[in-house]
């Protein structure tokens, strides 16, 4: 099984972007798929997840309200757009996948595959 995140970068505080999580090796639409991140000397927080059945999501406290998460199963990829970025959104951004949905952020963490990340910083 292999993660593929992609579409961190700089950006300002307040700018938008939109993260990709492409999965190979894997029935894709059987999986939950969810995101946590970790920044430097912080704990690794899960974020949000995607149910692989009924489009259920979940959203921590930090992002609930600024991102959007969605998958398009044809194309075996499940995006997080993150509006309204902020400095302590700076992070690396991972995504998971799991059979199980994931509604909580701890949840997330326990997924059975994780990939390799993409940074995201925001400063101005």
């Given amino acids: 099984v292999q993660l593929q995140a992609s579409g ?5 505080p307040g700018s938008s972007l939109t993260l ?5 090796g894997l029935t894709f639409d059987k999986y939950a798929i ?10 690794r927080e899960g974020i949000s997840c995607i ?3 009924d489009g259920s999501r979940f959203y921590s406290d930090s992002v609930k309200g600024r991102f959007t998460i ?3 199963n044809a194309m075996n990829t499940v995006y997080l757009q993150m509006n309204g970025l902020k400095p302590e959104d700076t992070a690396r951004y991972y995504c998971t996948a799991d059979r199980r949905f994931a509604h909580t952020g701890p949840t997330v963490l326990l997924a059975d595959y994780k990939g390799q990340g993409t940074q995201v910083t925001v400063s101005s």
């Fill in 51 to 53: 149910s692989s059945a």
């Fill in 34 to 43: 969810g995101w946590f991140r970790q920044a430097p000397g912080k704990e």
């Fill in 8 to 12: 961190g970068g700089l950006v300002q």
């Fill in 70 to 72: 969605s998958r398009d």
């Fill in 20 to 24: 990709s999580c492409t999965a190979s």
